[in-house]
């Protein structure tokens, strides 16, 4: 199942999921920081798959201003986003996943490093940790595992297009821009069954990124 705000988004990744040997796949438009919205979207892809055993939550957006310019709206635009729909789909597999399951959750670097004017952003990817960890010890009856990817520069229209970057406030070193593939290996590693014994973790896929002093 594949949620996107937009719905050609999920489209396009219901489709690329065929096309690498998924026998089915199912795409919706979702607000992810509607409640109502979840829940209904949710219940339509369990009536015809049944409910996930793997949930990614990797919606994100990021704004860029500084604290003195933020409004209460745009901190409340940026948590919805990343960090409500998390919450929400944790909630709802807490109540669902009868057999177990796994909930892999896509952070960031800003979650532990971050840069000025994103902090609605860095404050909500470090709230997605905390998240991460009391979730993964009240999914432990459930048989649940809960872990956390902190990805650094991934190449994408979200790094490409961030303000931050186009001033060159925040430096990005073509040597540590990663891939989609790269993020993706490691949450399959985390949804597998290799990772049984990894939970509450934060794993961070930055190409050393943040290994520099």
């Given at each position: 199942m594949v949620f996107d705000h937009r719905l050609e988004n999920a489209e396009k990744g219901a489709q690329a999921a065929r096309?690498?040997?998924?026998?089915?796949?199912?795409?919706a438009g979702l607000d992810i920081g509607?409640?109502?919205?979840?829940?209904?979207?949710?219940?339509q892809g369990a009536r015809e798959f049944g409910f996930p055993d793997v949930i990614v939550n990797n919606a994100g957006a990021m704004g860029s201003k500084s604290i003195a310019d933020l409004?209460?709206?745009?901190w409340l635009s940026t948590l919805r986003v990343d960090l409500l729909g998390a919450f929400l789909f944790t909630r709802e597999a807490f109540k669902q996943m009868k057999n177990g399951g796994v909930i892999v959750n896509v952070a960031s670097i800003h979650a532990i490093e971050t840069t000025s004017n994103a902090a609605p952003y860095a404050a909500a990817k470090a709230a997605m940790l905390s998240l991460t960890r009391?979730?993964?010890?009240?999914?432990?009856?459930?048989?649940?595992?809960?872990?956390?990817?902190?990805?650094g520069a991934i190449d994408t229209p979200m790094l490409r297009e961030n303000p931050n970057v186009k001033s060159g406030n925040e430096k990005i070193d073509e040597r540590e821009v990663g891939q989609t593939s790269d993020i993706a290996e490691v949450i399959a590693f985390l949804a597998s069954d290799e990772a049984r014994f990894v939970n509450g973790a934060s794993i961070v896929a930055d190409g050393g990124r943040i290994a520099r002093l």
């Open positions: 096309q690498a040997g998924a026998t089915a796949a199912y795409s509607d409640e109502d919205a979840v829940v209904a979207a949710l219940e409004t209460v709206d745009d009391t979730a993964s010890i009240e999914g432990k009856d459930l048989r649940i595992r809960v872990n956390a990817v902190l990805p």
